[in-house]
């Protein structure tokens, strides 16, 4: 009875084991740890062109994450990219005439929504939509610019600025 | 004549596998009585579960280590040694950790389920039980498959954290990576549903095919010894086939 017993344990410990090391893989190593698990609201952004953004991309205010990419679908009237961001309820207080631009992180890195705060004194609430949206900057186009503009007398400096912010998010 | 050989051969192999998949159905149709016998399941997943414990957390802590070890040098040619955490976390929960568990698995506790039930049938004990009107298949096949399917995964598990434990002690404490990198760029990049519960459906598959070639090729034995030696033999080469093949099957379907 003794021994009986002593394997039933083992075996309780043994499921037990694994079902904590499944938490730990869940829970420490993946992206749950990022996870907002509070409410959120969502607002809308309108983009010409999205690049990789993929869904649960993160949205960053001032590189901190805020939310999470709800959604990214093709409009059908206007053909532009309509965004759904989910922010975090506890960030309710980000001007309603916020700016928001698709970067990468690094320069190969995953694509991330950035809001750049306004000065507007309404906030976004649910529904809302960004109204300045800068689209994510591609590499090619960019080198494409430097290419068509090296035969200039006069070096681009106007293409060569607006390069600057896509390439320091 | 060789022709025939080769259509006859062909034949048996065909039949073995129907036989194989009929008595994949008898032992769902055995699943409910044998809860009569519960005891003897979680005896058998102590067996097959916790009794393997040795060689899976040995195993899961020298693959993490060795592939930590191979991935910093692979990706530090790149300049992005940074991601060495990631490309281990994703390759072991997706592929390696299932996979390699398995393999283990099956020789294990496949080849010790096989030898069990097999010599079983030589000595005729599965006669005696039916001359009992005890269900050899609810007694001795059903508890061992359940068995599988509940300790596989947890081994799983189990190897992957001791793995991820691996090539963090290489990654950092020995080739210097840096401590928070390793893990925000892991946490970054893993997601639960598609990689981490991914693995662990494949990880019931596998508990299931390995346990099911093992009993069935244990139950269905040449009650000699050397029928036994063969069953024994044959369970590591199927489950391991079979295992590589669904691994093949499952990723394209989970996907």
Redesign the interface.
């Given at each position: 009875m003794a021994q009986r017993q002593s394997f039933q344990i083992g075996t309780g410990l043994f499921i037990l084991l694994g079902f904590a090391a499944l938490a730990y893989l869940a829970t420490q190593t993946t992206s749950v740890a990022n996870y907002s698990q509070g409410d959120s609201y969502m607002i809308k952004a309108r983009f010409t062109n999205v690049g990789q953004l993929k869904l649960r991309a993160p949205v960053k205010i001032a590189g901190v994450r805020v939310g999470s990419v709800a959604g990214v679908v093709l409009e059908p009237e206007r053909l532009d990219a309509l965004v759904t961001l989910s922010i975090d309820k506890r960030y309710d207080k980000i001007p309603d005439d916020s700016a928001a631009a698709v970067f990468t992180s690094g320069l190969l890195g995953d694509q991330y929504v950035a809001l750049q705060p306004g000065g507007s004194p309404d906030v976004f609430k649910n529904g809302d939509e960004v109204v300045l949206t800068q689209s994510s900057m591609q590499l090619e186009e960019l080198i494409g610019k430097y290419l068509v503009g090296q035969g200039d007398s006069k070096p681009p400096a106007g293409k060569g600025d607006d390069a600057k912010p896509a390439a320091k998010p | 004549m060789s022709t025939a050989r080769t259509s006859s051969r062909f034949t048996d192999a065909l039949a073995q596998i129907g036989a194989c998949g009929i008595f994949l159905f008898r032992i769902f149709a055995a699943v409910p009585r044998s809860l009569r016998y519960f005891?003897e399941t979680?005896?058998q997943?102590?067996f097959v579960?916790?009794m393997s414990?040795t060689i899976i957390m040995t195993c899961g802590l020298f693959i993490g280590a060795v592939l930590g070890l191979q991935l910093y040098d692979v990706l530090s040619r790149f300049g992005s040694a940074a991601m060495s955490g990631t490309v281990v976390?994703l390759a072991l929960?997706r592929e390696l950790g299932p996979v390699v568990t398995a393999l283990l698995f099956a020789g294990r506790a496949g080849t010790s389920i096989t030898a069990e039930v097999g010599l079983m049938r030589a000595t005729d004990q599965i006669a005696a039980m039916e001359m009992m009107a005890v269900d050899p298949l609810a007694y001795v096949v059903a508890p061992r498959f359940l068995a599988g399917i509940?300790?596989m995964?947890?081994?799983v598990?189990?190897f992957?954290?001791l793995a991820?434990l691996g090539a963090h002690v290489v990654c950092v404490s020995w080739l210097g990576l840096d401590n928070g990198t390793f893990?925000s760029n892991?946490?970054?990049?893993?997601?639960?549903w598609t990689?981490?519960?991914n693995g662990?459906w494949k990880s019931v598959a596998f508990g299931a095919v390995c346990t099911l070639i093992a009993s069935f090729q244990g139950y269905t034995t040449a009650p000699t010894s050397e029928g036994v030696a063969y069953a024994t033999t044959r369970t590591v080469v199927f489950s391991s086939i079979a295992t590589l093949a669904l691994d093949f099957v499952m990723t394209a379907f989970l996907m």
């Open positions: - | 005891k979680i005896r997943i102590w579960g916790a414990l976390a929960y509940v300790a995964p947890a081994l598990c189990i992957n954290a991820i893990w892991m946490t970054a990049s893993v997601d639960v990689d981490v519960i662990v």
